[in-house]
């Protein structure tokens, strides 16, 4: 057996801690019925992060719908900081309660890998970033986690059944296994060209057998205008210093007239590691570092009840909006009556928390992953420096 939840299990809210089934028998025996609004707010961000990127929605979604609640949140893809409501709902408590559990994990997890995936992208410069990180999480969460590192900002994904949720083409190259099993790389790289629709790009590892700026060569002179790149997935123990590996072997290209064949940089990556090879990489493929990226510490918490503020210690009472300036995109929470507020750049702040469902039926259609990404991609030319 697979050790997973299915969709109808999730939406039956099996999915969750104990204590809220005990809350809601004990509420439902002594007859208590309370009117709360909860926010979906992050305590603290991994450590070199200021900022995550809103993720999960969707998904959230399918438990929401149809439950006898209002909510409002953020768009998916929104950048937000510490503190700031992404998602809100007004309910009777046992009507929700027990999703808190599901809920979290949709928007903990989907968050992270998109803020991830976002840091990374910055850090390319506007250089492809790939997705190869479904070897590194349960295959049952695959197209969750490559939709998210999408939607972050990723330019491409290499797991079929990722590819296919979400409506893309698959990218990648040939592995390491084939170049073992032809013997030799220039003979995989030979058979990749003769076998492979023209249409795959004809990109090349180069780091099985032989030093790598050498490997280029040879790759390069068997393939000629057929070789679109050729990829170093150098291992950590042969690694040295990678940069000067990248940049012989960009070097030995171009002396011999392949300056077109690209480089691509694969494991071990993040944002660090790709701001560090940009001098020579034209692309990465990012897998551990965004499909386990750091989850969002989200918490759901309750700050009014009947109508009165009220919350945990540590927590700010009362219902709030978030506001976003529409210019620089700065960001401020405000008590809800609190609505008019001008930007320190001259602009007024609109709340970004939009209507979501409304006595249980969801108001409107989410926007199409694609869209959502281009958002991300808007809002992070106002954060690069936080890379």
């Given at each position: 057996?697979?050790y997973t939840?299915?969709?109808k299990?999730?939406?039956?809210?099996?999915?969750?801690d104990?204590?809220?089934?005990?809350?809601k028998e004990?509420?439902?025996q002594?007859?208590?019925?309370?009117k709360?609004?909860?926010?979906?707010?992050?305590?603290?961000?991994?450590?070199?992060c200021?900022?995550?990127?809103?993720?999960?929605?969707?998904e959230m979604?399918?438990?929401l719908?149809?439950?006898n609640?209002?909510?409002?949140?953020i768009?998916e893809?929104?950048?937000?900081?510490?503190?700031?409501?992404?998602?809100?709902?007004?309910?009777?408590?046992?009507?929700f309660?027990?999703f808190e559990?599901?809920?979290?994990?949709?928007?903990?997890?989907?968050?992270?890998?998109?803020?991830?995936?976002?840091?990374c992208?910055?850090?390319?410069?506007?250089?492809?970033?790939?997705?190869f990180?479904?070897?590194?999480i349960?295959?049952?969460?695959?197209?969750?986690?490559?939709?998210?590192?999408?939607?972050g900002?990723c330019?491409?994904?290499?797991?079929?059944?990722?590819?296919?949720?979400?409506n893309l083409?698959?990218?990648?190259?040939?592995?390491?296994?084939?170049?073992?099993?032809?013997?030799?790389?220039?003979?995989?790289?030979e058979?990749?060209?003769?076998?492979i629709d023209?249409s795959?790009?004809?990109?090349?590892?180069?780091?099985?057998?032989?030093?790598?700026?050498?490997?280029?060569?040879?790759?390069?002179?068997?393939?000629?205008?057929?070789l679109?790149?050729?990829r170093?997935?150098?291992?950590?123990?042969?690694?040295g210093?990678?940069?000067?590996?990248?940049?012989?072997?960009r070097?030995?290209?171009?002396?011999?007239?392949f300056?077109?064949?690209?480089i691509i940089?694969s494991?071990?990556?993040?944002?660090?590691?790709?701001?560090?090879?940009n001098?020579y990489?034209?692309?990465?493929?990012?897998?551990?570092?965004?499909s386990?990226?750091?989850?969002?510490?989200?918490?759901?918490?309750?700050?009014?009840?009947?109508?009165?503020?009220i919350?945990?210690?540590?927590?700010?009472?009362g219902?709030k909006?978030?506001?976003?300036?529409?210019?620089?995109?700065?960001?401020?929470?405000?008590?809800?009556?609190?609505?008019?507020?001008?930007?320190?750049?001259g602009?007024?702040?609109?709340?970004?928390?939009?209507?979501?469902i409304?006595n249980?039926?969801?108001?409107n259609?989410?926007?199409?992953?694609?869209?959502?990404r281009?958002?991300v991609?808007?809002?992070a030319?106002?954060?690069?420096?936080?890379v």
């Open positions: 057996m697979f939840a299915d969709e299990e999730i939406k039956q809210g099996k999915v969750t104990v204590y809220f089934l005990r809350t004990i509420l439902k002594k007859n208590i019925k309370k709360v609004v909860v926010e979906f707010v992050v305590k603290s961000f991994p450590a070199g200021e900022w995550g990127v809103f993720s999960g929605l969707e979604l399918e438990i719908g149809g439950l609640i209002n909510a409002w949140a768009p893809g929104s950048f937000f900081g510490v503190c700031e409501p992404v998602l809100v709902i007004e309910g009777n408590y046992e009507d309660g027990v559990t599901a809920l979290l994990g949709l928007c903990c997890q989907a968050s992270g890998i998109a803020t991830k995936a976002t840091r992208k910055i850090a390319s410069s506007g250089k492809p970033v790939f997705s990180g479904a070897r590194r349960h295959p049952a969460i695959a197209p969750m986690v490559e939709r998210s590192a999408y939607l900002g330019d491409g994904i290499s797991c079929l059944r990722s590819a296919e949720v979400l083409t698959p990218v990648g190259t040939i592995p390491h296994a084939l170049i073992l099993i032809m013997g030799d790389t220039v003979s995989a790289a058979a990749f060209n003769e076998v023209k795959v790009n004809r990109i090349v590892l180069i780091d099985t057998f032989c030093d790598e700026k050498f490997e280029a060569i040879n790759v390069a002179q068997a393939l000629g205008e057929n679109f790149a050729v170093l997935d150098t291992p950590y123990s042969r690694r210093d990678f940069k000067k590996i990248l940049e012989e072997v070097w030995e290209l171009d002396l011999r007239g300056k077109d064949v690209k940089v494991g071990g990556l993040d944002e660090h590691k790709i701001s560090e090879f001098a990489a034209d692309a990465y493929g990012v897998g551990t570092s965004i386990n990226a750091p989850v969002l510490d989200f918490a759901m918490d309750i700050v009014e009840i009947d109508g009165v503020p919350a945990k210690r540590g927590k700010l009472s219902r909006i978030l506001l976003r300036c529409p210019k620089c995109f700065k960001r401020k929470t405000v008590p809800f009556e609190e609505k008019e507020i001008i930007c320190s750049c602009v007024e702040m609109e709340n970004i928390l939009k209507p979501l409304e249980g039926e969801v108001l259609d989410l926007p199409h992953v694609d869209t959502i281009e958002y991609l808007k809002q030319e106002y954060f690069k420096e936080l």
